[in-house]
């Protein structure tokens, strides 16, 4: 079941209150997605947290209460006038494996709500035997609002969709952003060919796409194809660039690698899906 939890001070053991929303988050009518993004940082924390916990950093002073010094590499730290980091912990777990995610931030008139999700390791994965202690860091914009924590269940069915060009030189030359049934993420700093994209930091944009009628758009020929990968043509052989697709259901990823030539195996339906990718990119550009 759903559990509630609301920030009260600035660092805070979560504790579950109710199954229930209405004890501890109002119902404020219709919600909007708060735009966030990634946070890392190569300091480590001073103190490892002691059980499920989160924290609110407003300044450099407030980063460098809790994490030792930073000095191998800059940092682009966020606008502490308008930003804040918070940090998310799942406290000390007994080995590898074990890790706690935000998978959306949504706002009403009185709260802003974070959605997370915790996961455990599987059955048969190779962990490393230490005490592990799980963290997420997001930047938001500062609020007056209380936040109010949510544990919800992760989010398996997504879309990835992007652009590539290994000649190319600028920003636009790797564009690619995650889209599921809460959000639109836009992939940073992306390296070309290694298109795993837990690895890359990312902006959300408060943009939600309609879902449904996108997957709809998807031919039924990639829909079957259920977690294989496939290559229309020859993309960037000749410096024109690709055009990339990932279609997420469950634990099955399926990857699709299109030529922006028109090959001869790209037949009218991929030709069409094609032109919906390549102007639905060109749409969340625009978008904020």
Same mark, same amino acid.
């Given at each position: ?11 805070f053991v979560l ?10 988050v109002q119902n ?34 407030d980063l460098l ?105 600028? *920003?636009?030359? #790797?564009?690619? /952003?995650?889209?599921?049934?809460? !959000?639109? =993420?836009? @992939?940073?700093?992306? *390296?070309?060919? #290694?298109?795993? /994209?837990?690895?890359?930091?990312? !902006?959300? =944009?408060? @943009? ?14 990639? !829909?079957? =194809? ?63």
């Open positions: 079941m759903k559990k509630y939890f609301i920030l009260l001070i600035t660092f504790v579950s209150c109710t199954d229930t929303i209405g004890d501890n404020c009518g219709a919600t909007a997605n708060v735009p966030f993004e990634s946070f890392s940082y190569c300091g480590v924390l001073k103190e490892n947290p002691k059980q499920a916990s989160f924290v609110i950093l407003n300044s450099n002073e209460k809790i994490f030792s010094a930073c000095p191998t590499f800059d940092v682009a730290m966020p606008d502490f006038t308008q930003k804040r980091i918070l940090g998310l912990y799942a406290g000390p777990k007994p080995t590898g494996g074990y890790a706690i995610k935000i998978q959306s931030i949504k706002e009403d008139d009185c709260q802003i709500v974070v959605q997370y999700f915790e996961k455990e390791p599987k059955k048969d994965d190779v962990l490393t035997t230490v005490m592990t202690y799980p963290s997420d860091y997001v930047v938001i914009s500062k609020s007056s609002k209380p936040i109010a924590f949510q544990r919800v269940y992760q989010n398996n069915d997504y879309i990835v969709i992007g652009t590539y060009n290994g000649q190319c030189v600028g *920003n636009d030359c #790797l564009t690619f /952003f995650r889209m599921d049934s809460q !959000k639109v =993420l836009r @992939y940073l700093n992306v *390296n070309y060919g #290694l298109y795993d /994209f837990n690895q890359y930091g990312f !902006k959300s =944009l408060v @943009y939600k796409e309609d879902m449904v009628a996108f997957y709809s758009k998807i031919p039924t020929e990639i !829909k079957n =194809l259920k977690g294989q990968t496939k290559t229309f043509g020859s993309p960037d052989a000749h410096d024109q660039g690709g055009i990339y697709f990932e279609l997420h259901e469950g634990d099955a990823a399926t990857k699709i690698f299109l030529d922006n030539d028109n090959s001869t195996d790209q037949n009218e339906n991929i030709l069409a899906f094609k032109k919906v990718i390549q102007d639905k990119i060109l749409e969340l550009k625009g978008k904020n």
